[in-house]
């Protein structure tokens, strides 16, 4: 399809504002402030609200240094910014900050999303991103594949802490020592979060098996760590076979664009052993272990059956400095990109990632997973693009 002669437009400075996070516990901030001084050289104005970084180490001076404005007040911040770049969906009091034809860019969280938000970005004129969405050309979802490598990685370190006898677990080490076997670790979910919780675990030095319903996943995680796991088809047989011998289960299993599917029924829980350890990585789908039940930072970790649960839906914000140096080095070249391209309009038909990111683009819904989901008329962004409306 050849590209509209209108939508040409040349680079010009961005005004991006960092506001400060304030749901569910976030500790990460959008730009780490070698992300802004990347902007800042390249001509942007960022403006970051004050105490923004704080929770992730990230004092205001870093931001200053690097060339960032400070902000008082979210009021100050999203009035003054055409471009708002932040982690989780904006809050009920965030979303009446925002303005006419601002550009966000997202967490969307879809389990938590609603009609009554999409129809307010569509009536602002706002071009909402997901970070969910954003798939490049290659297949790829950058930010999902980046703070699901963390999540993994979290899983094993979270588990290893939770079977301590002072946190009530079986005392037992994961790696073992000599003449004591090491800890046997069940991996439900061979994706991203599978791979980088194995390559953890086997890493502490502990026996790792990795069950899902996708032979091909299997082979893969098999190729990638060098047939150090054992790997097993997650029939109900060998799932409760697993589950019953495991000191640590960790729930990987993602449901593509709905509820992650329940593979660890409660009667197979009810047969592990007491200490025990459950990671549901996947708790913000659903979850994959039918005890799983949503849990915070703050009270992260309940028993059912005598088997601890760990089941906190922002695992990455408790890394909150590594998590915000991922999110920094996917989205600033997103950003320098937009500003290269001149508009958002001519950005998003240049890029392949953004233009999948988007869900709501010039007053209309433009993912039909959302649409069917609530109901909401639905409009192809290339066809808006290439039509101008």
């Not at 506001?19 to 403006?47: D, F, K």
């Not at 640590?248 to 709905?258: L, R, T």
């Not at 909150?320 to 997103?334: D, Q």
């Amino acid at each position: 399809m050849e590209k509209p002669l209108r939508l040409r437009e040349q680079h010009r400075s961005l005004r991006i504002g960092v506001p400060r996070e304030v749901a569910n516990e976030e500790r990460r901030v959008a730009l780490a402030p070698s992300g802004v001084a990347t902007l800042v050289a390249n001509g942007h104005e960022v403006y970051v609200e004050q105490g923004a970084g704080v929770l992730a180490n990230f004092p205001d001076a870093e931001y200053m240094e690097a060339g960032a404005q400070i902000v008082a007040t979210p009021e100050d911040l999203y009035s003054q910014c055409e471009l708002i770049v932040k982690v989780g969906r904006p809050t009920d009091d965030e979303l009446k900050l925002l303005q006419e034809n601002q550009v966000l860019i997202s967490a969307l969280h879809l389990g938590s999303t609603t009609p009554d938000f999409l129809r307010r970005l569509m009536e602002l004129g706002v071009t909402g991103i997901g970070f969910e969405f954003i798939r490049d050309s290659d297949g790829t979802l950058p930010i999902v594949r980046m703070m699901h490598e963390i999540m993994g990685s979290m899983a094993v370190q979270i588990a290893a802490r939770y079977l301590e006898s002072n946190e009530g677990g079986k005392g037992v080490m994961l790696g073992g020592i000599s003449g004591v076997p090491p800890a046997t670790v069940v991996i439900i979910g061979a994706g991203v979060v599978g791979e980088w919780a194995a390559r953890t675990a086997l890493g502490f030095g502990a026996h790792v098996v990795v069950l899902d319903t996708d032979l091909g996943a299997l082979r893969a995680i098999e190729h990638y760590l060098d047939r150090r796991v054992t790997t097993a088809m997650a029939s109900v047989e060998f799932i409760r076979k697993a589950v019953r011998s495991a000191d640590v289960v960790i729930g990987a299993k993602m449901g593509e664009g709905q509820r992650a599917p329940i593979l660890v029924t409660e009667d197979m829980v009810a047969e592990m052993q007491p200490g025990s350890v459950i990671v549901d990585t996947m708790i913000d789908q659903g979850g994959c272990i039918e005890t799983s039940r949503p849990t915070t930072h703050s009270n992260p970790v309940f028993r059912k059956y005598d088997v601890i649960h760990y089941c906190v839906p922002n695992m990455p914000s408790n890394a909150a400095r590594t998590a915000t140096y991922a999110l920094n080095n996917v989205l600033v070249p997103y950003l320098i990109e937009i500003g290269e391209s001149g508009s958002i309009h001519e950005a998003l038909w240049r890029n392949v990632g953004l233009r999948n990111g988007t869900y709501v683009y010039r007053r209309h819904l433009t993912k039909k997973s959302l649409a069917a989901m609530f109901g909401l008329p639905y409009r192809d962004i290339e066809l808006l693009i290439a039509s101008g409306l």
